[in-house]
């Protein structure tokens, strides 16, 4: 199992430019979410989903926009990327049921906005 | 106010010591679970150990083990026998409720094993 995958590892963006941050999984998890890593902060959610079709914001959800159409992907889309949205960015995956149902990472996405 | 608190942005530990990374929390949710993780250099989240709220007892993995004082609200994490591989950030994150699966992070603490 290749586990969660993410890509890029590495992005340059202009100002007001848009991309789309890529995650995928190969455990048949329900659950996926998307996180930034800021220095001194932790990790922030920003959006999750606990299924195909269904998504849902986390704490920091502006400018940034999600979809899942399938189980195994869950893509995260920047709008119009500012430089506050420098950062990592990191995909996780679990099972919504078992125990203890804790989160897979990917690699993360070492993003910066000029 | 915050739901997970670290207190120690950093620690220095000499090696084959052990070393305790202190975690505290705030919920009123009965229903909680207390996650550790380890994030070395390399940029990985590493999952290393877990602690239900409903566990009679204190979790442990191998050189990990997790001093969980409910009435306290603190789920400290231990590592025995530190090595120089346990240099990394920490960071403890919570789930609170039946059923849901969104973790909240604390803010880390970054180990460093001196040889």
């Known amino acids: 199992n290749a586990g969660v995958t993410q890509t890029p590892k590495f992005q340059v963006l202009k100002t007001g430019q848009s991309m789309t941050l890529q995650c995928a999984q190969d455990?048949?998890?329900?659950?996926m979410s998307w996180y930034r890593q800021d220095p001194g902060m932790g990790l922030r959610l920003i959006h999750y989903?606990?299924?195909?079709?269904?998504?849902d914001q986390g704490e920091v959800p502006n400018g940034y926009n999600v979809s899942r159409s399938t189980t195994e992907d869950f893509p995260l889309r920047l709008l119009s990327a500012a430089p506050s949205q420098t950062s990592v960015y990191f995909c996780a995956s679990s099972r919504t049921s078992g125990y203890p149902g804790e989160q897979y990472f990917g690699p993360g996405t070492r993003l910066t906005v000029t | 106010a915050q739901k997970i608190t670290q207190t120690q942005p950093g620690m220095f530990v000499q090696e084959k010591e052990a070393v305790t990374l202190d975690c505290t929390y705030d919920t009123s949710d009965p229903s909680y679970g207390l996650f550790w993780y380890k994030q070395p250099s390399s940029g990985e989240m590493i999952f290393l150990i877990y602690q239900g709220s409903y566990d009679q007892q204190n979790a442990t993995e191998g050189r990990y083990s997790l001093n969980f004082q409910k009435a306290r609200k603190s789920a400290n994490l231990v590592i025995s026998a530190s090595q120089l591989g346990d240099s990394a950030m920490y960071f403890c994150?919570?789930?609170?409720?039946?059923?849901?699966?969104?973790?909240?992070f604390g803010t880390g603490t970054r180990l460093t094993i001196i040889p």
């Open positions: 989903s606990v299924g195909a079709g269904i998504t």
């Open positions: 994150a919570m789930r609170e409720g039946f059923g849901n699966e969104k973790l909240t």
């Open positions: 455990m048949n998890h329900e659950y």
